[in-house]
């Protein structure tokens, strides 16, 4: 019977391989068409100040709903993107899209930030800056209510022209933060050299808060990167005994289920109006 499962699951591999191929494929052809058909949209999530209880902002995140595939994950769309380049025209809608949402429901006095994620594809390509600065421009939001988001495997590819993009992006007033921070190379002296307010710690170090033996760490690296003087959003937010956690360890800012899932702008509304 050994045998007979070992070529079972051969021939499951083998299905769930061509299946996931095929998967890929048609994720890669539709995507091409995903903008011009109106398939793309955004959601927000409100992120909260953690000693205030006060509105910081939202982070604009992606969704795609095709006619056939339903409704497709960004983890399983966005790397398709980056590897056919799409993410450069879909990454142009994404930030124009969001500055227009800050236009229509935010008032211009408010301080609330708009943070729109940033693919290395996008950053690396040479009229970035311009063309942040085009649409700001063009939607009349204040640079300084605009942050982008960037991984840190992003950075790490060709780390001498993202930093010369960030610079640029700086100098522009825009605020840049580093995402899913811990779950890739980091080092103190590329943290201390990249010209980041804030840090996003990811989702899975939050998660571990529930484990007594792994909470430490979420509360070392808070500890840590406020040395480093950077503003701190803790992600994905589930559960009150992680608040609990996170307001003990000191983090500036949250996000996450237990306060929101990412909402369609109509329901943004009332968020902003009790600010
Ligand atoms: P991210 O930027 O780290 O975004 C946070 C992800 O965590 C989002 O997943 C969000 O829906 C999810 N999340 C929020 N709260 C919770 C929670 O309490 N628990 C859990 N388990 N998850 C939570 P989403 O929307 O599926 O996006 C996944 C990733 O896709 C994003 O991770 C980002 O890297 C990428 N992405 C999304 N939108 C865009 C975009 O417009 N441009 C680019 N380049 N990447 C995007
Ligand atoms: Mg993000
Ligand atoms: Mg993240
Ligand atoms: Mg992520």
Redesign the pocket.
């Known amino acids: 019977h050994a045998r007979e499962s070992g070529v079972n699951e051969t021939v499951q591999y083998h299905e769930k391989l061509s299946e996931h191929i095929r998967q890929r494929t048609l994720i890669e052809v539709y995507l091409r068409t995903a903008l011009q058909e109106n398939q793309l949209l ?2 927000y ?1 409100p992120q909260y100040e953690l000693h205030t209880g006060a509105l910081r902002g939202f ?5 795609w709903n095709h006619p056939e595939l339903g409704s497709v ?3 399983d769309f ?1 790397p398709v ?2 590897e056919t380049r799409l ?1 450069v025209p ?2 142009e809608w ?1 930030l124009r899209q ?1 500055c227009e949402m800050m236009k229509r429901i935010v008032p211009g006095s408010s301080s609330l930030v708009l943070s ?4 290395g594809v ?1 950053l690396l390509n040479h009229q970035f800056p311009a063309l942040v600065s085009e649409i700001l421009k063009e939607t009349g939001v204040h640079p300084n209510r605009l942050e982008l ?1 960037l ?1 840190e495997s992003t950075l790490m590819n060709s780390l001498e022209i993202a930093e010369k993009q960030l610079k640029k992006l700086q100098n522009l007033g825009v605020r840049l933060a580093l ?2 921070f811990g779950t890739g190379y980091s080092s103190m002296n590329y943290l201390r050299k990249l010209p980041f307010h804030l840090i ?1 710690i ?2 899975s170090f ?2 571990d808060i529930g484990n007594s033996t792994e909470r430490e760490v979420a509360g070392s690296m808070i500890q840590f990167c406020k040395q480093l003087q950077f503003g701190i959003v803790a ?4 559960t009150y005994e992680q608040l609990v956690y996170l307001k003990k360890y000191n983090c500036d800012y949250a ?4 306060f929101s ?2 909402l369609p702008e109509e329901q943004l509304l009332p968020l902003i109006e009790a600010v």
Do not use: M
């Open positions: 955004l959601h999530q982070e604009a995140l992606l969704r994950s960004p983890s966005i993107a980056e993410i879909i990454g994404v969001a729109v994620n940033i693919s996008q988001e991984t995402d899913d996003k990811d989702k939050i998660q992600e994905g937010l589930e996000q996450g289920y237990l899932k990412p």
